[in-house]
C-alpha cells in the first residue's frame, strides 16, 4: 500500500514556520509608535492588519497599504518546461508573482498603486537567455495592467553561494491604497448568516508546487504526462494565476459590501477562518472540480484533508457578504468571466471551525496558526 503524501512530508511544515510568523508580528507589533512622529502623528498603525495579509497605515482619508510576497517554487516547474518544450512560461510565473502580491492586498479593500520586483538569481549568466527575460518582463507588465497598477521598479541582485545558478528567487511587493476609508475590508464586519462565495481559480495558482514537483518525480513520464483532458501535467501546473483586483474593486464601486475577505493561498481551505473571531464558516457547495486536483489526489497519493488543508482545491478567493450583496459578486464575477458560487455561511460557534459538508472535512481553529 502506498503511503499517503503529506505537505509537511515533502519539506514544507507550517507547524514549524507559522511559530515564526507570530513571534514576527509580536515583534513588529513593538515598533508601530515610530510612524506616529509624521506629519504631526497623523499616520497610525492599524492594528487589527497584524497577521492579515496586507499592512495598513491610517491616514486622514485614507488607508495605505503594504505586502510583500513571493512566488515560491513554480520557476522550478518552468524550468523543467523550457527543458522538455522550449516555451519558457515565465510569462506565467510572472503573474503567478503579481496575483500573489495584489490578491492578497485587495482582502482588506486596498487596490493596489505600484508592485515592484524583486529577482535574486545566482548568476549573471541568467540573463543571458533573452527569450526567458523577455517573457518574465511581458508577463510582469501584463500582469500589473489586469491589477490596474503601474509596475515601479524592482530590485536583481546576484546571490552567488545563496541562490544556484540555474534557478531564481521570484518575489515582489506592492502599497496600495483604501480611498475612501469606507471601503475598509475587517474581520469585525463578518455577521452571522453571511454567504461564502467562493471565487474559482485557474489551477493549482502559486501554493503546493513542492508538493507537486516530488508527484512529478514519480511520473513515468514526469511533467509530460497527460492528464484526462490531454494536457500535461507541466502545462496545467503551469496554468497563471487569476488576478483578482479588478473583480473586488467592481464590487466595490457597485456598493457591495464586503464584509471579509479570504485570498485562498497557503493552508488551502483552512484559510477560510483567517479571523481571530471565533464563526464556523460552513460549505454545503463545491467549485467545479479541476483536473489537476485529481490528478495530484490520484497520484500522490494525497487524501482529502491534506488536499483541502493546502490546495485552492477550485477556490482561489473567497468573498463573505450578506444574502443581500450575495448575487451582485456573482454578476461581477461573470462579467469578468470568472466563476463563483454560493458556497456555504457563517454561524456564530463557541469554536472556530471550518465545515466542508460534501467531503465530510472539519478543520478546527487550532488548525492555522498564522496569527
Known sequence: MTDKMTYAGVGVNYDAMDPFKRMAQLAGRETA????????????????????????IEAAKSFFAHVEEGLGTKNLVADAMYRLTGKSYYDHIAQDTVAMI???????????????????????SWFDDEKRCGDLVEGWKNACNLARCAWGGGETPTLKGVVVPEAIVLSGSAM????????????????HGDVVVLIESSGI??????????IADKLPDGYLTRLDDGRTYGETLLDATHIYVGLVEDCLNRGVAIHYAVN?????????????????????????????F???????????????GNFNMGAGF????????????????????IGALRAGYIERSDDKKVVIKPEGLEYSGATLGVR
Not at 487596490?111 to 548568476?123: I, K, Y
Not at 483604501?178 to 475590508?185: A, D, N, S, W, Y
Not at 481551505?269 to 467545479?288: C, D, G, N
Open 264 to 292: 485562498i493561498t497557503g493552508h488551502g481551505w483552512r484559510k477560510l477562518m483567517r479571523a481571530t473571531q471565533s464563526f464556523a464558516y460552513i460549505v454545503e457547495q463545491l467549485p467545479r472540480q479541476l483536473p489537476i
Open 33 to 56: 509608535g515610530n510612524i506616529r512622529r509624521l506629519n504631526n502623528g497623523e499616520f497610525q498603525e492599524v492594528e487589527m492588519s497584524r497577521g492579515e495579509s496586507a499592512y495598513l
Open 102 to 124: 495584489v490578491n492578497d492586498m485587495i482582502t482588506l479593500g486596498a487596490l493596489p498603486l505600484s508592485v515592484a520586483m524583486h529577482l535574486a538569481v545566482g548568476d549573471s
Open 318 to 337: 473567497a468573498l463573505y457578504v450578506s444574502e443581500a450583496d450575495a448575487d451582485a459578486v456573482l454578476e461581477v464575477a461573470a462579467s469578468h468571466n
Open 294 to 308: 485529481g490528478f495530484l489526489q490520484e497520484h500522490g497519493p494525497v487524501d482529502d484533508t491534506e488536499a483541502y
Open 205 to 214: 495558482h502559486a501554493n503546493g508546487l513542492t508538493m507537486a514537483r516530488k
Open 176 to 191: 496600495g491604497l483604501v480611498k475612501p476609508k469606507e471601503r475598509l475590508i475587517s474581520a469585525d464586519n463578518i455577521q
